[in-house]
């Protein structure tokens, strides 16, 4: 091997290195977001249930009240 190849394929090394660590930063920014958004989705349902638990405790009574839906 001459010292020419040699370079030429530190050069492509280099290259390569250089294009991994861009796809490592994207795909890190990329599951950064992803978690955030789950995050908001989980505050989202938490707060939903909470509404839903206050929604059925303020009414108790309501269901059983219903007279029967009529038979055909």
């Given amino acids: 091997m001459t010292d020419n190849d040699i370079k030429m394929r530190l050069e492509l090394l280099e290259t390569r290195i250089l294009h991994q660590d861009a796809a490592i930063d994207e795909l890190t ?3 950064l977001s992803q978690e955030q ?7 989202a349902i938490k707060h939903l249930e909470e509404q839903i638990r ?4 303020s009414n ?3 269901a059983t009240n219903e007279p029967p839906p009529p038979h055909y």
């Fill in 60 to 62: 108790p009574g309501a």
């Fill in 54 to 57: 206050t929604l059925g405790s």
């Fill in 29 to 31: 920014r990329t599951l």
């Fill in 37 to 43: 958004l789950m995050n908001r989705q989980v505050e």
